[in-house]
């Protein structure tokens, strides 16, 4: 299957600090990538949508200046904590999908532990 | 967007017990669906997923789903459960590139 991969896979900063987590699909290309978060024993929440070329689709609630997304290339979509704080400690997770499926599914990256002290 | 509900949060099983754990969406058009497991420290892993045809889907490490689309199901089954799967399990539903995924139900098996 499409792999999808995350860098970091953990990354500790302090308050204050910007944090970026970059998301690559290495062997397919992905018009879509989508970022959702994970708090601890919950689900998967979507945060935003992004096409390749274009502005992220926000969702509801997911302040867009602070969780900038970037997805300059079919191969690379970044998202950047600015200003980080506590509260925002949670797992990230990035997932890529391709006009080329025919099947609508989405291939997950192994994940970003961002922890803020 | 569509919603995802998982009626179960938590299932304690012994092993060898069966499972069923409830997934149901609310879109009334067309949906992929799936059912991702992930393992503590781990992250997600896809177990099956339906698109169309058959509508009793088998997935790897014996689990199997069911779609009734007049019901808006797609539960999760397993004949006999193994201490091995032990993990929180997600039924996500796809429709028009929008994913959203249920809150989940941990599964304990008890050795």
């Known amino acids: 299957g499409a792999v999808v991969s995350q860098h970091p896979s953990w990354v500790i900063c302090k308050s204050g600090t910007s944090v970026k987590i970059e998301c690559r699909s290495l062997d397919f290309q992905a018009t879509t990538m989508f970022w959702y978060r994970q708090f601890p024993k919950q689900s998967l929440m979507l945060m935003a949508t992004?096409?390749?070329?274009?502005?992220?689709?926000?969702e509801q609630g997911v302040e867009k200046d602070k969780f900038l997304i970037n997805h300059a290339s079919l191969t690379l979509s970044t998202l950047t904590v600015t200003s980080a704080h506590p509260e925002d400690s949670s797992f990230y997770i990035c997932?890529?999908?391709?006009?080329?499926?025919?099947?609508?599914?989405?291939?997950f990256g192994p994940g970003t532990r961002l922890t803020v002290l | 967007a569509q919603s995802v509900s998982q009626h179960n949060h938590h299932v304690i099983l012994s092993e060898a017990a069966s499972l069923e754990l409830g997934c149901n969406y609310s879109y009334g058009g067309t949906v992929n669906l799936f059912w991702y497991v992930q393992y503590p420290g781990q992250h997600l892993q896809l177990l099956l997923k339906y698109f169309s045809g058959d509508p009793l889907v088998k997935g790897i490490k014996g689990f199997e789903a069911e779609f009734i689309k007049s019901k808006f199901s797609f539960n999760l089954r397993k004949p006999s459960v193994q201490w091995s799967d032990t993990a929180e399990y997600f039924c996500?539903?796809?429709?028009?590139?929008?994913?959203?995924f249920g809150a989940g139900t941990r599964l304990t098996v008890k050795p």
């Open positions: 996500a539903v796809n429709a028009i590139n929008d994913m959203r």
């Open positions: 992004s096409n390749e070329g274009s502005k992220a689709t926000y």
């Open positions: 997932s890529g999908g391709s006009v080329d499926s025919s099947y609508n599914e989405q291939f």
